[in-house]
């Protein structure tokens, strides 16, 4: 799917209409718009245990561990943060020792914002994404 995105309204209303999937295809696209080679719904298997990314993005020799999440409002992002930053803090760290890569672990979400960091893991809103990776 390619998207005809000229705006950041453009960006924020498609953000907030389309599916989850189409969510994390949008996630993509705007790595990819940057320059990342970025792949979906990538599944990793080692020592016979499995673990699923949205998006993985790579560039320079950097990889961004990307989970999409389609909280609806801020009180709803807040209480789900922390299982959230738990959960892919382990995701990340099982790709880690599966692939010998570090990666960058990042949330993003379609609420509005400037990125924060909770614990070791980037929590930015699709809408602060450019700026963010052009900003790192």
Not at 85 to 112: D, M, N, Q, W
């Amino acid at each position: 799917m390619e998207f005809q995105i000229n705006s950041i309204q453009e960006l924020e209303q498609l953000s907030e209409k389309v599916t989850w999937q189409y969510f994390e295809k949008l996630v993509a696209y705007v790595f990819e718009e940057n320059g990342f080679e970025a792949e979906q719904n990538k599944v990793i298997v080692f020592n016979n245990d499995r673990r699923q990314f949205d998006v993985i993005a790579r560039k320079n020799g950097e990889t961004y561990l990307i989970e999409c999440k389609r909280w609806k409002s801020r009180a709803d992002s807040m209480s789900a943060l922390k299982r959230a930053v738990e959960t892919h803090l382990e995701r990340c760290s099982f790709y880690s020792e599966a692939t010998g890569e570090k990666a960058i672990p990042l949330l993003v979400s379609p609420l509005k914002g400037m990125p924060e960091q909770h614990e070791d893991v980037f929590i930015v809103p699709l809408l602060s994404l450019n700026w963010f990776l052009n900003n790192q």
